[in-house]
């Protein structure tokens, strides 16, 4: 008689099962992308994505139009990627929204943005608790308006009790300001408590805005500019990076997938040797473990 598995293993087993996508949650699907769909193993999405939404000025200019109706556009792009992420169960997507170099753009340009957040965070939480979607902030938040705080504590407040996807909203944020911040928290702590030890990776790790999070597996920059803009810099050490050439507003759910189908492509070996040669495949670290 085979032994009968303990119920903390049923739970474990029926955890990783709820886990795994399901396809059928996207609803309709067009042909390219049942597609990409038949490609995909959805066992080993990756557990967090981060996206520099790059090309609404571009975007609106090659049609003619002024920056703020491709920053408008680019929010049901976004849109799209946050539903769909969570629908395939995506642990985290955090989306690089506006940055501390972001200011030095002209006024009326910032004024739109800010006010679109506004907009965006009210229409779309009844999408966001309709997925069970937990919003978190990551940057400076402090020196943002006060109205767009206010919006942003609220955000946080009334999704804190939903168990699915996290959601980061990258505001004011710049890899490096992140870092200095950390080093500032951990060099106050120290001087408090009279220590004098090096510092370690999981001390940096707890500090940053992503702590408790698993660090990117997938980097994925629109546009086809080939470079990182100062986003998460510390988290991406090991990330896989798909660049496309398609604006942010015309990124649509095929491409989305089409960068998931990319990522399990890659063998991720984590500066170690090839798989199979020993060992299997590291897990995702988590900041601040």
């Known amino acids: 008689m085979l032994p009968m598995k303990s119920h903390t293993t049923l739970q ?12 059928g949650a996207l609803g309709p699907v067009t042909p390219e992308e049942a597609e990409l769909l038949t490609k995909l193993d959805m066992s080993r999405l990756p557990r967090h994505v981060a996206v520099i939404m790059d090309g609404n000025g571009r975007w609106a200019q090659r049609r003619h139009l002024p920056r703020a109706a491709g920053h408008r556009s680019g929010t049901q792009t976004a849109r799209t990627t946050i539903e769909t992420c969570a629908r395939l169960k995506i642990e985290a997507l955090t989306l690089y929204a506006f940055s501390v170099e972001n200011w030095r753009r002209p006024k009326t340009e910032i004024d739109f943005l800010m006010q679109l957040l506004r907009e965006y965070l009210r229409r779309e939480m009844p999408l966001i608790q309709r997925n069970d979607i937990r919003m978190r902030f990551l940057g400076r938040s402090h020196e943002l308006p006060q109205a767009v705080q206010q919006d942003m504590r609220e955000a946080v407040e009334k999704t804190s009790r939903n168990g699915g996807m996290v959601l980061c909203l990258a505001l004011n944020y710049g890899g490096r300001a992140e870092l200095v911040d950390a080093a500032n928290a951990i060099l106050a702590e120290r001087l408090e408590q009279g220590l004098r030890a090096p510092l370690t990776e999981e001390e940096v ?25 100062n986003f998460l810099l510390w988290q991406i050490a090991y990330a896989e990076i798909f660049v496309t050439e398609t604006l942010w507003p015309d990124f649509n759910r095929a491409r989305l997938l089409e960068s998931f189908v990319e990522f399990q492509k890659r063998e991720r070996r984590y500066g170690g040797i090839r798989a199979g040669e020993a060992g299997s495949e590291m897990p995702a670290r988590v900041a601040g473990q």
């Open 12 to 23: 474990v087993a029926d955890k990783v099962a709820r886990q795994i996508a399901d396809p």
């Open 205 to 229: 790790s707890a500090r940053l805005y992503t702590a408790g999070l698993p660090d990117p597996d997938l980097l994925i920059r629109s546009s086809g500019e080939m470079r990182v803009s």
